[in-house]
Nanobody, 123 residues
């Protein structure tokens, strides 16, 4: 079973940028990025279709976050810019079959999850 490993989290000032990486993805995977802040439910922020042919974003991050993948490196990236304090949380990478991308920002369709990487945005 594939294992996923996130990296790239850290602490930044509001307005700053971070790029998260997730290794262990496959070309055929639907890949999602979710985040969870203390006391909140896990929410989907971005996902892309198998092969990276189409991307999906939560309204709260559209225009600021970009998901991409490097198939050769088996890595998904989440580029985050214009970060806000409300973007803080533990960010998880997840993969699933193509069917997960029918509702790409819902966790239920995904099969494998990484351990998460912490993002903290200070005002």
């Amino acid at each position: 079973q594939e294992q996923l490993a996130e990296s790239g989290g850290g602490s930044v000032q509001a307005g700053g940028s971070l790029t998260l990486a997730c290794t262990g993805i496959k070309y055929i995977d639907c890949v999602g990025w979710f985040r969870q802040a203390p006391g909140n439910e896990r929410e989907g922020v971005a996902a892309d279709y198998p092969g990276g042919t189409e991307s999906f974003y939560a309204d709260s991050v559209k225009g600021r976050f970009t998901i991409s993948r490097d198939v050769a490196k088996k890595t998904s990236y989440l580029q985050m810019s214009s970060l806000k304090p409300e973007d803080s949380g533990l960010y998880y990478c997840t993969t699933g079959p193509g069917s997960a991308c029918v509702q790409p920002l819902r966790a239920a369709g995904y099969m494998t999850w990484g351990q998460g990487t912490q993002v903290t945005v200070s005002s």
